[in-house]
């Protein structure tokens, strides 16, 4: 496609749940990021992909957070056992070398956990 | 640890005004600068960028931005605002130029024009 994909736009659940969020990068973009957007605040950096391989997750609040790449290009960041804290927008991003790097966002995906 | 400055959550003008949006980092490395906008329903998109050469960036829309690399400084500018950049402004920072990184956001400047 011609931009960042997500998928679902919005998404409710119930504390405790289980749930993944998907992202589809700009064909061709070898890295792939992950930020999560509270209420009133910038975008925070969770993770980064190059290629199908985590280079950054310094970003992710605790082990309840995961994100995979397997085929170098999807994305799927899963949060386990979700809690309220966790509600806020997720955005995912995508770059190449070939624009230096800059990083074209997608609509998000906004998570209310209940 | 890199951070992002915002000195202003919002700011209110009316249209044809000036503006001018503060934005200080803290980073002693070599930094890429940037500017976000986000306008009402829509994602992200880069307003401008900074990497390295003239000081002075000018992006899309007629705004432009001065790095000022003694004061940590990149503020945003626009000679003449109008009611269409009513949005929420994002300065942001990257630590590398030659591989991905991650960008360190500040927290945002809501701007409101008034028609």
């Known amino acids: 496609g011609a931009g960042v994909s997500q998928t679902p736009s919005n998404k409710v659940t119930e504390k405790g749940k289980y749930v993944e969020l998907r992202c589809d990068p700009i064909?061709?973009?070898?890295?792939l990021y992950w930020y999560r957007q509270s209420l009133g605040q910038g975008p925070e950096f969770l993770i980064y992909?190059?290629?199908?391989?985590?280079?950054?997750d310094s970003g992710l609040p605790n082990d309840r957070f995961f994100a995979v790449r397997p085929e170098g290009s999807v994305s799927t960041l899963k949060i386990q056992r979700t809690e309220r804290g966790d509600s806020a927008v997720y955005l995912c991003?995508?770059?190449?070398?070939?624009?230096?790097?800059?990083?074209?966002f997608g609509p998000g995906t906004r998570l209310t956990v209940l | 640890a890199q951070s992002v400055s915002q000195h202003n959550h919002h700011v209110i003008l009316s249209e044809a005004a000036s503006l001018e949006l503060g934005c200080n980092y803290s980073?002693?490395?070599?930094?890429?600068l940037f500017w976000y906008v986000q306008y009402p329903g829509q994602h992200l998109q880069l307003l401008l960028k900074?990497?390295?050469?003239?000081?002075l960036v000018k992006g899309i829309k007629g705004f432009e931005a001065e790095f000022i690399k003694s004061k940590f400084s990149f503020n945003l500018r626009k000679p003449s605002v109008q009611w269409s950049d009513t949005a929420e402004y994002f300065c942001?920072?990257?630590?590398?130029?030659?591989?991905?990184?991650?960008?360190?956001f500040g927290s945002g400047t809501r701007l409101s024009i008034r028609p």
């Open positions: 991003a995508s770059s190449s070398d070939r624009t230096h790097n800059e990083q074209f």
């Open positions: 064909s061709g973009h070898t890295a």
């Open positions: 992909f190059q290629g199908t391989g985590a280079a950054d």
């Open positions: 980073y002693g490395g070599t930094v890429n």
């Open positions: 900074y990497f390295s050469g003239d000081p």
């Open positions: 942001a920072v990257t630590a590398e130029y030659s591989s991905a990184s991650k960008i360190i």
